[in-house]
């Protein structure tokens, strides 16, 4: 009966959160415009499944998962993101705390903060919120956080499993991205995908799952054919590369970037970036790489920003954070 009623709340769900929307033209024609993924209310159904999941292991003996966010400098965007973490967090059950450090903390300081933590049995996530200051090498502090703690998926190992098809913790935007796909039902098999970004963090990662064979072992792929654009891909090729997309997935952080006449009418279209802007009036809101108000018109399905994919993200660094916890609790069961 359980199983059941959680189907039917998701079918309502699914049809809440593909919205369409009916637009006048100008010549006073009325035509259907694209489904709206709402991110942030599919966020709000992992979040409560992950609750529930988490209760279940508690109550089977096992104690809460945990995170540790460290955070470094005064960055008012990085702040609110860590914050963000840290709501989800302690709404599905997981112990979650931040380490502040001033901005002049040392490259080798920091490491040695988190090589602590790997070390504490108690903890089983740990994110180092990212920009961190220029005087530091990103690289070399991702990959001093232990792999099987990386909740983030950016460490060296976890990318490498990914790309060979192994079971890893994935960076939790990419995981977003695929996840939103399956359970907003877009059929992904033979599809033509284009990705437009290479970051290693976002655009790699959701390429090699769309391009993967779902028979492997992580059962994250999506046997798609993709194509990766980036910023020196000239204009016109990125608009032939995204006219004969079924899906595109753009993580580039350049306002419009994605304009209505690159779209195959129909077309899904993932906006992962997100960039402040100051509007006409002087006042300041987020804008992702699509140009939204005319690719709506045209596309079959379209995420906002925001409400898209960062609602998601969060909600999947949660589960990468139990997956975390489970995996450790078994490990340390074996020793």
Known sequence: MRQILRLRVFSSLLTSTMRSHTYIDSLGSASIMARILDGKALAGTVKDELKELIANWVNLGNRAPSIRCILVGEDPASHTYVNNKIIAARYVGINAEVIKHESTISEERLIQEIEALNADSSVDGILVQLPIPETMSERKVCNAVAPEKDVDGFHI????????DMPTLVPATALAVIEMLKRFNIETFGRNAVVVGRSKNVGLPIAMMLHSDKKHDNGLGMDATVTICHRYTPSEQLT??????????????????????MIKPGATVIDVGITKITDENGKSRLVGDVDYDEVVKVAGAVTPVPGGVGPM???MLMHNTFQAAKHLAQKTQLQ
């Open 157 to 164: 190992v976890n990318i490498g499993q990914l790309c060979v």
């Open 240 to 261: 032939v590369f995204c006219q004969n997309a079924d899906i595109i997935i753009t993580a580039t952080g350049v306002p419009k970037l994605i304009k209505a006449n």
């Open 313 to 315: 993200t969060v909600a």
